[in-house]
C-alpha cells in the first residue's frame, strides 16, 4: 500500500493551496480517507477526513470553513483544498486511509499513512 502525498508549497497568508494523495495497492473506495498535520514543535493533528463514498465530511475547528476534503474514487485520490491560509496552518500535511466506513478523528484508526508534505504559510 502507498499514499504519495503532494501540491505542499510555500504561500503567503490568505492564499490557497490544493493537496493531493494518490493511493496505490489498495481498494481505495474501500477506505475513509483523513488528513492530519504536524506544526513544529507540536503533537500531530486531526485536520479533517472523508467517508469511503465521499457523502460525508467532518473537520477540526481550526480549518472548519476554510478547508475542504474531497475524493475522486474513480482517481484514487483524496483533495485537501486549502483557502485563507494562516500562519499558523504551517506543517507538514499526511493523508492516511482507515478501513472505518466514516473515517475518525483519532491517528490510531488509520491502518496506512503517507510520507507528508510541506505546506509553509509566510505572514
Known amino acids: 500500500v502507498q499514499l504519495q502525498a503532494s501540491g505542499g508549497g510555500l504561500v503567503q497568508a490568505g492564499g490557497s493551496l490544493r493537496l493531493s494523495c494518490a493511493a496505490s495497492?489498495?481498494?481505495?473506495?474501500?477506505?475513509?480517507m483523513g488528513w492530519f498535520r504536524r506544526a513544529p514543535g507540536k503533537e500531530r493533528e486531526f485536520v479533517g477526513g472523508i467517508s469511503r463514498s465521499g457523502s460525508s465530511t467532518y473537520y477540526a475547528d481550526s480549518v472548519k470553513g476554510r478547508f475542504t476534503v474531497s475524493r475522486d474514487n474513480a482517481k484514487n485520490t483524496v483533495y485537501l483544498q486549502m483557502d485563507s491560509l494562516k500562519p499558523e496552518d504551517t506543517a507538514v500535511y499526511y493523508c492516511a486511509a482507515s478501513v472505518l466506513v466514516y473515517g475518525s478523528r483519532e491517528m490510531n484508526e488509520y491502518q496506512h499513512w503517507g510520507q507528508g508534505t510541506q505546506v509553509t504559510v509566510s505572514s
Open positions: 495497492a489498495l481498494t481505495f473506495s474501500g477506505y475513509s
